[in-house]
């Protein structure tokens, strides 16, 4: 399983891009690896300059020319992972987080922008 401690994250909306460099020498010479997917079952995905993506759907890869590094466009509201795999095979997270635009106009749209907050003793519910 992968190293937690190889992990970070990185917050994106849709049509948002990121670039993901490697030192070249340690990027792994083959075409497609196994990675575990949200279930802990393990999925073969190519690989893009050593880097590869959970679900394609949400994001996409492209290498770029002339350097060690993908370029990832985020697609959709939805969380992802982006793996890299070393030559000795050790194995890099880059989770995908995304959060939808919201206005703070209501507590469930991540809290009121006009100074009305909730104390420790109120409720949400109906």
């Not at 679900?55 to 466009?73: F, Q, W």
């Not at 795999?85 to 507590?107: A, F, K, N, Q, Y």
């Amino acid at each position: 399983m992968p190293d937690p401690k190889n992990s970070t994250s990185i917050y994106l909306l849709p049509g948002m891009t990121a670039k993901l460099k490697a030192v070249k020498m340690y990027i792994s010479p083959k075409d497609s690896a196994s990675f575990p997917d949200d279930s802990g079952q393990f999925v073969n995905l190519p690989l893009v300059n050593g880097f590869a993506v959970l679900h394609a759907d949400v994001g996409s890869l492209e290498s770029v020319s002339d350097e060690p590094a993908v370029k990832y466009t985020h697609k959709k509201f939805s969380l992802n992972k982006i793996y890299f795999l070393s030559r000795t095979g050790e194995m890099g997270i880059v989770d995908v987080m995304s959060v939808p635009i919201h206005d703070h106009s209501s507590i469930v749209t991540g809290g009121t922008a006009y100074g009305t907050y909730f104390t420790d003793d109120e409720t949400l519910g109906g």
